[in-house]
């Protein structure tokens, strides 16, 4: 079977999409099948061994420990979860302020004061 020659941009954005991802995924060979499937790439074999190369030729050939990366995940998912109460919060502090500016008290009287039975109040 013939080799199939992939440009070196293909290649080059296949380990920058490994880098980004990298996280994303439980292992390494879950990430280098994603790249591929994403950049239809047949063969994840042929990613995993770009980025070697590149990790060699960066010198960047520390591994890096699962505790590491489990850590990093759970530092990402925290991040998600922070941002989705920060605008939980924002859209929350909105519709109070609305609430406030809408309450009775803020209101012109919707209901004139002449118009009330006297002795009642709101």
């Given at each position: 079977m013939a080799q199939a020659v992939y440009p070196l941009k293909l290649r080059f954005r296949a380990v920058q999409m490994y880098a980004e991802i990298r996280l994303d995924y439980r292992?390494?060979?879950?990430?280098?099948?994603?790249v591929a499937e994403r950049l239809g790439i047949k063969?994840?074999?042929a990613v995993r061994?770009?980025?070697?190369?590149?990790?060699?030729e960066s010198g960047n050939l520390t591994p890096t420990t699962p505790a590491d990366l489990d850590w990093r995940r759970r530092l990402?998912?925290?991040?998600d979860e922070l941002r989705r109460v920060n605008e939980a919060l924002k859209i929350a502090?909105?519709?109070?302020?609305?609430?406030?500016r809408n309450s009775p008290t803020n209101l012109a009287?919707?209901?004139a004061e002449s118009q009330l039975p006297a002795g009642e109040f709101m």
């Open positions: 292992s390494d060979w879950a990430t280098l099948t994603a063969s994840t074999e061994l770009w980025v070697r190369k590149a990790e060699a990402r998912k925290e991040n502090i909105a519709e109070f302020v609305a609430d406030r009287a919707g209901v």
